[in-house]
């Protein structure tokens, strides 16, 4: 048989929760950096997102965050610009939802943007009764059938 040469397996790739839960700094936007609000995940390390300056971007997960923090659809992130590809950003930090209230709060976020939604942008003020897709019947109607 073989001799074992890793160290360890799944659970080892796995690790310890690293305490993310306590409270850090909140980090603003710097030049160079925008806000953005993840549309959806495309696989492969990438996003795309709609950033504050109304831009739609495709983002790229930086390797530190890759399979350690877990981006979703609705999630608010700081991406970095690219100074030679306006189209594409870069995933600097992904907020925590408290963090994203506190940013909204502050004002750095607009007023329109929507907060733990799932997806960005899911029903628009002419959409509201699109989600009433229900028919009633009356008692004669039942009683035809």
């Given at each position: 048989?073989?001799k074992?040469?890793?160290?360890?397996?799944?659970?080892?790739?796995?690790?310890?929760?690293?305490?993310?839960?306590?409270?850090?700094?909140?980090?603003?936007?710097?030049?160079?950096?925008?806000?953005?609000?993840?549309l959806?995940?495309?696989?492969?390390g990438?996003?795309e997102?709609m950033?504050?300056?109304?831009?739609?971007r495709?983002?790229?997960?930086?390797?530190?965050?890759h399979?350690k923090v877990?981006?979703?659809?609705?999630?608010?992130?700081?991406v970095g610009?690219?100074?030679?590809?306006?189209?594409?950003a870069?995933?600097?930090?992904?907020?925590m939802?408290d963090?994203?209230?506190?940013l909204?709060?502050?004002?750095?976020?607009?007023?329109?943007?929507?907060?733990?939604?799932?997806?960005?942008?899911?029903l628009d003020?002419?959409?509201?009764?699109?989600?009433d897709?229900?028919?009633?019947?009356?008692?004669?109607?039942?009683?035809?059938?």
């Open positions: 048989m073989p074992n040469k890793g160290k360890g397996g799944k659970n080892r790739k796995r690790g310890k929760n690293e305490a993310d839960d306590e409270k850090r700094e909140l980090v603003f936007k710097e030049d160079g950096q925008e806000y953005a609000q993840v959806r995940m495309l696989g492969n990438r996003c997102a950033c504050i300056d109304g831009t739609k495709l983002c790229h997960i930086r390797g530190k965050m399979k877990w981006i979703a659809a609705g999630d608010i992130i700081l610009l690219r100074d030679y590809q306006d189209d594409k870069d995933v600097i930090l992904k907020y939802p963090e994203a209230r506190l909204k709060a502050y004002g750095e976020l607009p007023e329109n943007t929507r907060l733990n939604e799932g997806i960005a942008g899911g003020e002419e959409d509201e009764g699109a989600g897709d229900y028919i009633e019947f009356e008692d004669e109607d039942i009683d035809k059938i």
